[in-house]
């Protein structure tokens, strides 16, 4: 399941009305960390079926990240009934990433 693209036009219905829960990854193109965290949520989103894997790319859409005060990127955020539960911020080790997220 590939990790797909979530715009402010669709963050309400795409993330917070989700009935399982959602890992948002703001993210940007010129974002190095960002790059290197890609990958590894990509894999995660193969081996996670319970779980749904988006992006944002805060450049194009803004609002979803000023919503919640995204001041660094890559930011991966969990979201479970419309509300941020978890988060992890910089470009981290998969093994991180999972304890931080609660996966």
Do not use: H
């Not at 795409?14 to 993210?27: A, K, M, Q, Y």
């Not at 590894?40 to 450049?59: A, G, H, P, W, Y």
């Not at 660094?72 to 979201?79: E, G």
């Amino acid at each position: 399941m590939a990790v797909a693209e979530v715009t402010d036009a669709t963050f309400e219905s795409d993330v917070l009305r989700s009935e399982r829960p959602v890992i948002v990854d703001f993210w940007a193109p010129w974002c190095v960390p960002c790059r290197r965290v890609s990958p590894i949520l990509e894999e995660m989103s193969e081996s996670r079926q319970d779980v749904t894997f988006v992006k944002v790319n805060v450049d194009d859409n803004p609002q979803a990240a000023m919503n919640y005060s995204i001041s660094s990127i890559p930011t991966i955020a969990r979201f479970e009934e419309g509300q941020v539960t978890q988060q992890a911020i910089g470009a981290l080790p998969k093994n991180q990433l999972s304890a931080q997220l609660g996966l």
